[in-house]
Structures are given as C-alpha cells and as structure tokens.
C-alpha cells in the first residue's frame, strides 16, 4: 500500500486531500502545535492526525455582498465550500493535546 506522511509544527489543509490508498494505504499527519483541516479531505485505510495542541475540521464559507449605486440595495449570498473531513476505511486515530 501507499504511505503519506506529514509532519510540521502546524498543518494547514485548506480544501486540499492528504490521502493515501484507500485499501492498504497509511496516511500520517502529525503537527508540534496545530492541525486546521479547513474544506479538506485527509484520508486513507489506518489513517493518525496527531497534534500538540489542537486540530479543527471545519467547512470554508465565503460571503459575498454588493451594493446598488445609490447605496439603497444590498444583496449578499454564503458560499460553502466542502465539508472538512478526516476519515478511514479501517483504523482511525485523532489525537490532539489540548
């Protein structure tokens, strides 16, 4: 199987895939301080997210706004992006130190 390893002080996803096989495959991501998993996939069959002080899953939403001319109209829509994922298709481990 493949093996994906990632190890820094802090992680950054942001709407990335950290993967590795999904049948034999290791994925490895482990951070001194922080994980931010922003939109992001991490992935793979024994999958580790390990992290000094915290890891956080979240979904990216950008708001997008107009004005009319004469400033009497306003308009504005939410576009959310993928929902962040850390995920196995066998052995799971999420460690974080605070």
């Known amino acids: 199987g493949t093996q994906t390893v990632i190890t820094a002080t802090d ?3 942001r709407g990335g895939t950290i993967a590795s096989d ?3 495959g290791t994925t490895v991501v482990s ?3 922080d994980i931010l998993n922003a939109s992001g996939e991490i992935s793979g069959n024994r999958v580790a997210a390990q992290a ?3 890891i956080v899953n979240t979904t990216l939403v950008d ?3 107009a004005t009319a001319v ?3 109209s306003k308009a504005s829509v939410s576009l959310v992006g993928r929902q962040g994922s850390i995920a196995s ?3 799971l481990l999420v460690r ?3």
């Open 11 to 13: 992680i950054i996803n």
């Open 22 to 24: 999904k049948t034999r």
């Open 31 to 33: 951070a001194s301080h």
């Open 52 to 54: 000094g002080h915290d």
């Open 63 to 65: 708001t997008v706004g």
């Open 70 to 72: 004469a400033g009497n």
């Open 89 to 91: 298709t066998g052995d």
């Open 96 to 98: 974080a130190g605070n």
